[in-house]
Nanobody, 129 residues
Framework: QVQLVESGGGEVQPGGSLTLSCAASGFYFSSYAMSWVRQAPGKGFEWVSEINSGGGITYYEDSVKGRFTISRDNAKNTLYLQMNSLKQEDTALYYC??????????????????????WGQGTQVTVSS
């Protein structure tokens, strides 16, 4: 069955960096676009970034553009999110999600659970001084 397992979250001071990973299994990872989505306490799902199946096309939400980098290693079935210059407002539970298509899309800030066909369990990122 499809599994998405995130790791790499933690607590970091403002201005710090973290790299999230998402290990995928149970499907042809290299055939599908993948996304990172986050959810802060009491808020909905906020789209962060998306990458196409081949890894050459990426999109970012405006608030993370220039600070976050999405990438993937199709040989390792792994998705990454490099996060630099972290801010307190980046505090959230970060999910990786599988898109039902190979091409990436620029999404709106708010996405629905049904926009993706599989989600991981999430990894917590806390930015605090």
């Amino acid at each position: 069955q499809v599994q998405l397992v995130e790791s790499g979250g933690g607590e970091v001071q403002p201005g710090g960096s973290l790299t999230l990973s998402c290990a995928a299994s149970g499907f042809y990872f290299s055939s599908y676009a993948m996304s990172w989505v986050r959810q802060a306490p009491g808020k909905g799902f906020e789209w962060v970034s998306e990458i196409n199946s081949g890894g050459g096309i990426t999109y970012y939400e405006d608030s993370v553009k220039g600070r976050f980098t999405i990438s993937r290693d199709n040989a390792k079935n792994t998705l990454y999110l490099q996060m630099n210059s972290l801010k307190q407002e980046d505090t959230a539970l970060y999910y990786c999600a599988k898109a039902p298509r190979p091409f990436a899309q620029q999404r709106g800030r708010v996405v629905a659970y049904s926009d993706y066909d599989y989600w991981g369990q999430g990894t917590q990122v806390t930015v605090s001084s």
